[in-house]
Nanobody, 122 residues
Framework: QVQLVESGGGLVQAGGSLRLSCAAS????????MGWFRQAPGKERELVAT????????YYPESVKGRFTISRANAKNTVYLQMNSLKPEDTALYYC???????????????WGQGTQVTVSS
């Protein structure tokens, strides 16, 4: 069983930056692929970044590519999402997730955090 706790969300102006953190416990962290998803009210939960267990492979959709960076510190059991050049459409509840393999869909991940709110003002 894996437990995930996100932190680092908040209110920022358009063009600003935030760094989200996800602290993991209850498993062998380096054996899990990790993902960040977001969900805005009335919209589907969507992938924003994923990273392999070792950290050697990452993936981003076009909506965030070049602005967001996922990374992990396996010695600290933590995954990060650095978000730069934030836009109002980035406003959402951001979730950390863990799975056996990197994937693009919600059901590719077995464990989820509670979410942290990111609000971008214009």
């Amino acid at each position: 069983q894996v437990q995930l706790v996100e932190s680092g969300g908040g209110l920022v102006q358009a063009g600003g930056s935030l760094r989200l953190s996800c602290a993991a416990s209850g498993g062998t962290f380096s054996s899990y692929a990790m993902g960040w998803f977001r969900q805005a009210p009335g919209k589907e939960r969507e992938l924003v970044a994923t990273i392999s267990g070792s950290g050697y492979s990452t993936y981003y959709p076009e909506s965030v590519k070049g602005r967001f960076t996922i990374s992990r510190a396996n010695a600290k059991n933590t995954v990060y999402l650095q978000m730069n050049s934030l836009k109002p459409e980035d406003t959402a509840l951001y979730y950390c997730a863990a799975g056996s393999h990197t994937g693009f869909r919600r059901d590719d991940y077995n464990y989820w955090g509670q979410g942290t709110q990111v609000t971008v003002s214009s």
